[in-house]
């Protein structure tokens, strides 16, 4: 694979976890947050490699943007970084989404519908983007390289940009994943 220009947004562990992927495999990383002051020891772990900007810088750097901010914080994000910073680039997003609600009897609340999807929210805010559900259905801890008994786990992706879809396959791939893709209906 070549080498990758990749704007992660966000700066919780799984973005850092993800930057660290894409740093492993030496691929360049920004990593966009809106307190840059909280990745001063990623940075320095980083080894010089990485770098640190706003939303917008890192999306502005990635020709692949991953966002990975808390779900209901999601939209604000893609709002503030604008649809033309990531015209025609591959957005991975790794959001799941959860409402801000406590879990009733130990269930997770969503803040879409039944026939809603935060890709799709994402999708139709940036319609000129390439929009990949990819790493959503993992903890941090076993994005990259991951070591099962059974050999390489598979990772659903979504899509549907076959080009983008393949790219982010291939990322998969070099981080330890098998893949099963799914393309997205009546998207645009």
């Given at each position: 694979?070549?080498?990758l220009?990749?704007?992660v947004?966000?700066?919780g562990?799984?973005g850092q976890t993800l930057a660290?992927?894409f740093?492993?495999?030496?691929?360049?990383?920004m990593?966009?947050?809106?307190e840059k002051?909280?990745?001063k020891?990623?940075?320095e772990?980083s080894?010089?490699k990485g770098r640190?900007?706003?939303?917008?810088?890192?999306?502005?750097?990635?020709?692949?943007v991953?966002?990975?901010?808390k779900?209901?914080?999601v939209?604000?994000?893609?709002?503030?970084i604008g649809?033309?910073?990531?015209?025609?680039k591959?957005?991975?997003?790794?959001?799941n989404?959860i409402a801000?609600e406590?879990?009733?009897?130990?269930?997770?609340k969503?803040?879409?519908?039944?026939?809603?999807s935060?890709?799709?929210m994402i999708q139709a805010?940036?319609?000129?983007?390439?929009?990949v559900?990819?790493?959503?259905c993992?903890?941090h801890p076993?994005m990259?390289?991951?070591q099962f008994?059974?050999?390489?786990p598979t990772?659903?992706?979504?899509g549907n940009?076959?080009d983008?879809?393949?790219?982010v396959?291939?990322i998969l791939?070099?981080?330890?994943?098998?893949?099963?893709?799914?393309?997205?209906?009546n998207?645009p």
């Amino acid at each position: 694979m070549k080498n990758l220009k990749v704007g992660v947004i966000g700066s919780g562990q799984v973005g850092q976890t993800l930057a660290n992927g894409f740093l492993k495999f030496g691929h360049d990383v920004m990593m966009g947050t809106r307190e840059k002051g909280k990745l001063k020891a990623w940075l320095e772990q980083s080894g010089g490699k990485g770098r640190v900007g706003s939303f917008a810088e890192a999306a502005q750097f990635g020709d692949i943007v991953v966002i990975a901010v808390k779900g209901s914080a999601v939209m604000k994000a893609v709002e503030s970084i604008g649809e033309n910073t990531v015209r025609n680039k591959i957005i991975i997003d790794v959001n799941n989404p959860i409402a801000d609600e406590a879990p009733v009897n130990g269930v997770l609340k969503f803040f879409t519908g039944p026939n809603e999807s935060l890709m799709e929210m994402i999708q139709a805010k940036w319609p000129q983007s390439k929009v990949v559900k990819a790493f959503s259905c993992i903890g941090h801890p076993y994005m990259i390289n991951p070591q099962f008994s059974g050999g390489p786990p598979t990772m659903f992706i979504c899509g549907n940009h076959d080009d983008a879809k393949q790219t982010v396959k291939d990322i998969l791939e070099q981080f330890g994943w098998e893949t099963c893709q799914w393309a997205l209906q009546n998207a645009p």
